[in-house]
């Protein structure tokens, strides 16, 4: 076993496979605690922050939900090679969760029209959505769980 010097967690001094084991059994906030205490917990947990993705893209968060499906189409980021559960929440950016509907659109007579065409905003992450959701979701290699 190596000796530790003073700014060593006592607790990066542990196997690798044990400190995996550990991250394991921890609830994400836990993990994410753990990482802070060292360089060496940071490596060896980061795929723990991974284990779930969970896409859900809505009128409140569409433009955050896109680039995260974005990232994930480029193959690159951790959760590609972490994630072991997949879920899909919503896929919708002209869904407003809050209003328990569509984004309804307000017109100059103060009328409401549901089946207005989609604002160029929600068109174009509808779009995005289209053009980086297959390639996201295969992305994400060590998915064994889709919900």
Do not use: W
């Not at 060496?40 to 723990?48: C, G, K, N, V, W």
Request: hydrophobic share 40%; proline share 6%.
């Amino acid at each position: 076993m190596k000796t530790t010097s003073p700014k060593d967690s006592i607790v990066s001094t542990l196997p690798p496979d044990l400190i995996e084991a550990i991250g394991d059994k921890l609830e994400i906030e836990d993990v994410k605690q753990l990482r802070l205490t060292c360089n060496t917990m940071a490596d060896l947990l980061q795929p723990h922050i991974f284990r779930s993705v969970t896409l859900c893209i809505h009128g409140d968060n569409y433009q955050q939900g896109v680039e995260k499906l974005e990232a994930l189409a480029r193959s690159t980021h951790p959760a590609c090679y972490a994630a072991r559960a997949l879920t899909i929440r919503t896929l919708s950016p002209g869904y407003a969760p809050r209003s328990f509907g569509p984004i309804a659109l307000l017109k100059a007579n103060n009328s409401i029209d549901l089946f207005e065409k989609d604002p160029f905003e929600v068109s174009t992450a509808k779009d995005r959505i289209i053009n980086h959701l297959l390639d996201a979701i295969t992305s994400l290699q060590g998915v064994r769980a889709v919900q």
